[in-house]
């Protein structure tokens, strides 16, 4: 092998097991990622209002917004999971339709 053979072939290496380590560190990645961005957010917040107000109460008034958003958040989650759950309740005749079609195609008695 050759000299320059020697340093192309870990180069690749190590360029797939990057590659393969950032596509399945996407579990961890992601809530680092927001976490940092609520940081970002919150961060000048809580320092003009250190500005003005006593340190303690800065926090405070910092995390009852965190918490406030949090809340709307999972409102927000919930209200879409039973708008979805009414639906399927409300098509559940329609998809045991589709079931008995399928089982019958399936199954080769029609």
């Not at 053979?5 to 180069?11: C, D, E, S, Y």
């Not at 609520?38 to 107000?53: G, M």
């Amino acid at each position: 092998m050759t000299e320059r053979g020697r340093v192309v072939v870990p180069g690749i290496l190590t360029v797939i097991a990057t590659v393969a380590a950032v596509y399945f560190s996407g579990v961890v990645l992601a809530p680092v990622a927001c976490a940092l961005f609520i940081i970002a957010v919150l961060w000048p917040i809580q320092s003009r209002l250190e500005a003005r107000l006593h340190r303690v109460f800065a926090l405070a008034i910092v995390a009852a917004l965190l918490f406030g958003t949090f809340v709307v958040f999972m409102s927000v989650v919930t209200l879409s999971f039973g708008r979805i759950g009414r639906s399927l309740a409300m098509d559940a005749g329609q998809f045991q339709l589709l079931y008995n079609r399928l089982a019958e195609w399936l199954g080769g008695t029609e």
